[in-house]
């Protein structure tokens, strides 16, 4: 099982920026990736970006330029997922959802609020 713990969510004007962290912790050496979800009110769930183990990102389209993914490792037992949201529009008004995928199992953090408003 791996426990998920994000952070660095809130509100900021058009333009701005913001890096959400997932504290991950548990079994780390099982995921195959972790990503991002996000889920604006009224809409369905999203998936905003993902990484590997190996470090391959992907990005949906409505983001790519914008948002950068990242994770660090520290032991087999803690990791740290990152997303670097820059040039921040309304449209990501969202609440954004750490994710792992550990073969057929997935995790999910408690999600982490942003608002892009001026």
């Known amino acids: 099982q791996v426990q998920l713990v994000e952070s660095g969510g809130g509100s900021v004007q058009p333009g701005g920026s913001l890096r959400l962290s997932c504290a991950a912790s548990g079994s780390i050496g099982s995921i195959n990736f972790m990503g991002w979800y996000r889920q604006a009110p009224g809409k369905e769930r999203e998936l905003v970006a993902t990484?590997?183990?190996?470090?391959?990102?992907?990005?949906?389209d409505s983001v790519k330029g914008r948002f950068t993914i990242s994770s660090i490792s520290r032991d087999n037992t803690k990791s740290t997922l990152y997303l670097q949201m820059n040039n921040l529009k309304p449209e990501d008004t969202a609440v954004y959802y750490c994710?792992?995928?550990?073969?057929?199992?997935?995790?999910w953090g408690q999600g982490t609020q942003v608002t892009v408003s001026s």
């Open positions: 994710y792992t995928k550990r073969g057929i199992y997935s995790d």
């Open positions: 990484i590997t183990s190996g470090k391959s990102a992907w990005y949906v």
